[in-house]
């Protein structure tokens, strides 16, 4: 089974950047729906953006479009997710998700319709 570990947390001000990495144990070619969630005490996890490892758009939360990005490296395995304009309310433990198995597109709420990997966390801290 994968594991993917996500590195890049930390702790910035308000209005900082962070960038998050997630690298796949085993790499390969095969065409995948990653994405990032965030889970902050007392709160549901929340899908913050996907991607799928072929061609096309991202989706994003609406409370981060405009600032974040998704993106993969150019092999197309190792996805990021680049942080900008911080805000105290994007703190939260950040977690690295793929699908399991090969998929078509990332379509709404992938994560709950197909078996998914999940990395460890990482933290992210924005202070006021």
């Known amino acids: 089974q994968v594991q993917l570990v996500e590195s890049g947390g930390g702790s910035v001000q308000d209005g900082g950047s962070l960038r998050l990495s997630c690298k796949p144990s085993?790499?390969?070619?095969?065409?995948?729906?990653m994405g990032w969630f965030r889970q902050a005490p007392g709160k549901e996890r929340e899908e913050v953006a996907s991607?799928?490892?072929?061609?096309?758009?991202?989706n994003y939360a609406d409370s981060v479009k405009g600032r974040f990005k998704i993106s993969l490296d150019d092999d197309r395995t190792t996805l990021y997710l680049q942080m900008n304009s911080l805000k105290p309310e994007d703190a939260a433990t950040y977690y690295c998700?793929?699908?399991?198995?090969?998929?078509?597109?990332?379509?709404?709420?992938?994560?709950?319709?197909?078996?998914?990997?999940w990395g460890q966390g990482t933290q992210v801290a924005v202070s006021s």
């Open positions: 085993i790499l390969t070619f095969t065409r995948y729906c």
């Open positions: 998700a793929r699908s399991r198995h090969s998929t078509s597109g990332c379509n709404g709420n992938w994560y709950e319709r197909t078996t998914t990997d």
């Open positions: 991607k799928w490892t072929g061609y096309g758009g991202a």
